[in-house]
């Protein structure tokens, strides 16, 4: 059975979280630093080049129990990302935010 393209990447996303997490399904800060960097390296360049700390302000407005993240904040982290670049796409600049702001 093949898997269409957008299921798939659905299920990278997934993949992607469980590579970084720990045996308690969360990532910790390092964790986190090294997916973004590993996954969205372009990105962070931009974000670095506009002076944002993106990762350090993710961390904490997505944490919500201040500890690590789990998988619903996780999620919540790359739907900013999508955010950003999506108004890239029409004109923004780099490393908005998302709905950080």
């Known amino acids: 059975m093949s898997i269409p393209p ?8 997934v993949a992607m979280f469980h590579q970084y997490s720990g045996d308690d399904g969360t990532i910790d800060v ?3 630093v090294n997916l973004m960097r590993e996954n969205f390296l372009n990105f962070l360049r ?4 506009s002076d944002t700390d993106y990762l350090s302000t993710a961390f904490e407005k997505k944490d919500e129990n ?5 998988y619903s ?3 919540s982290l790359l739907g900013d990302v999508a955010i950003d670049y999506h108004k890239i796409m029409h004109g923004a600049v780099l490393c908005f935010g998302g709905s950080q702001s």
């Open 6 to 13: 957008r299921e798939k990447v659905m299920l990278d996303i």
């Open 30 to 32: 390092p964790g986190l």
């Open 46 to 49: 931009g974000c670095e080049k």
């Open 66 to 70: 201040k500890d690590k993240i789990n």
């Open 73 to 75: 904040e996780f999620l």
